[in-house]
């Protein structure tokens, strides 16, 4: 139990944080934590329908602009890289509406079983 205390405390540590971020690579496509989802689930799906206009073409130019550099095997200058700050600030923009779906999904589920019980 103790290995895994400090084993909890190294990996919550921002400095380690901040490594492993550095560590994934796709700050050099100019991605963000939330350009990354599962295209098969319907929650996310979801999540990303409801996403704000704004957001959603800023999205779509972050993934279609990865790509490209991608298939240019290329990286974007390093002064447009996302910082780990900025990642953490911007880069959680689907988180919310995500939690959303997840809600009513519960929720939906919820009343299906007190209707059931009938």
């Known amino acids: ?10 990996i ?4 380690f944080r901040k490594f492993y971020y550095g560590l994934q690579g796709y700050n050099k496509y100019g991605l963000y934590y939330d350009d990354f989802y599962d295209y098969t689930d319907p929650a996310h799906l979801e999540a990303v329908r409801r996403l ?3 957001l959603y073409d800023q999205h779509t130019y972050r993934v279609i602009r990865a790509s490209q550099l991608e298939i240019t095997k290329q990286f ?4 447009q890289w ?6 953490m600030d911007k880069g959680r923009f689907l988180t919310p509406y995500l939690d959303e779906v ?7 589920e919820e009343w299906v079983n007190f209707l059931s019980k009938d």
């Not at 139990?1 to 190294?10: A, Q, S």
């Not at 996302?82 to 990642?87: A, F, K, L, N, R």
């Not at 997840?102 to 939906?108: A, D, F, L, V």
């Open 102 to 108: 997840m809600k009513e999904k519960k929720e939906k």
């Open 52 to 54: 704000p206009p704004d």
């Open 76 to 79: 974007l200058p390093k002064e």
């Open 1 to 10: 139990m103790v290995h895994l205390t400090k084993t909890l405390r190294f």
């Open 82 to 87: 996302p910082s780990y700050e900025e990642d």
């Open 12 to 15: 919550n540590n921002p400095g």
